[in-house]
């Protein structure tokens, strides 16, 4: 790694430094809450189903409490298997595999903006998109770069996965949204179709969507008249 990139990166790391922070104490916020809830629904299951007080106490209660436990070692666990370390370990995997140009350009562009997103129900760091004029990032406990001249086309799709459910006898299938994807499509013989002809950064809601366009709005002009392209 080049030193204009390390210095771009030790950048990037101070001013991710106190997002990961607030990510955590964020996630460990909820904790009391979801150990509150074990403990009342077990008791209330206990009364629900017409036991006396003695055996809610001797038994509803005490299931309760392990799952209170259990859920405050989930919890602990989670924030002691990330670190700064990792972040900084998966930034430096994805920026490593670009060229030895590609790396110096990535450094030196400007301007930049980024985006964070603390999805703090389905990660277990926040998520970042860093958008200039020439290369994207995007971290979400995995780190990819993006280059804008490869990409032919962008666009917005609707995530989808397939449940299952019975009415009657009857077997009822839905598409359920889980998400919405930029999708960026490259075009044929680029660096970057040589990994597949597109990518997606992945995003929890339309919320975050609308963040990240404007993001490319402003940041990446070349990424204007790409929008709707097949």
């Excluded at 299952?164 to 499509?185: C, H, P």
């Excluded at 040589?194 to 969507?209: F, I, M, R, T």
Aim: hydrophobic share 40%; net charge positive.
């Amino acid at each position: 790694m080049n030193d204009s990139l390390r210095q771009w990166l030790d950048a990037e790391m101070k001013d991710y430094a106190p997002r990961f922070k607030a990510f955590n104490r964020r996630l460990m916020r909820r904790v009391p809450i979801w150990m509150a809830l074990s403990v009342a629904a077990m008791v209330a299951l206990g009364f629900g189903v017409g036991y006396d007080w003695q055996y809610v106490v001797k038994v509803h209660l005490l299931i309760g409490l392990g799952f209170a436990a259990f859920i405050w070692l989930c919890f602990w666990i989670q924030t002691r298997s990330v670190s700064m370390k990792k972040v900084r370990g998966m930034y430096e995997q994805a920026l490593l595999e670009l060229s030895p140009s590609d790396q110096e350009a990535f450094a030196r562009q400007s301007p930049t903006g980024h985006a964070d997103f603390m999805n703090s129900a389905s990660d277990k760091y926040p998520a970042r998109l860093t958008v200039g004029p020439d290369y994207w990032l995007y971290f979400r406990g995995g780190c990819s770069v993006y280059k804008v001249s490869d990409m032919k086309s962008l666009k917005a799709v609707q995530e989808t996965t397939r449940v299952g459910y019975n009415v009657g006898d009857t077997r009822v299938r839905q598409n359920l949204g889980i998400g919405v994807s930029i999708v960026a499509g490259y075009r044929e013989g680029t660096a970057s179709a040589s990994g597949g002809p597109s990518a997606k950064v992945y995003l929890e809601n339309s919320k975050q969507l609308g963040e990240a366009q404007e993001l490319i709005k402003k940041y990446c002009p070349k990424a204007g008249s790409l929008w709707g392209e097949r």
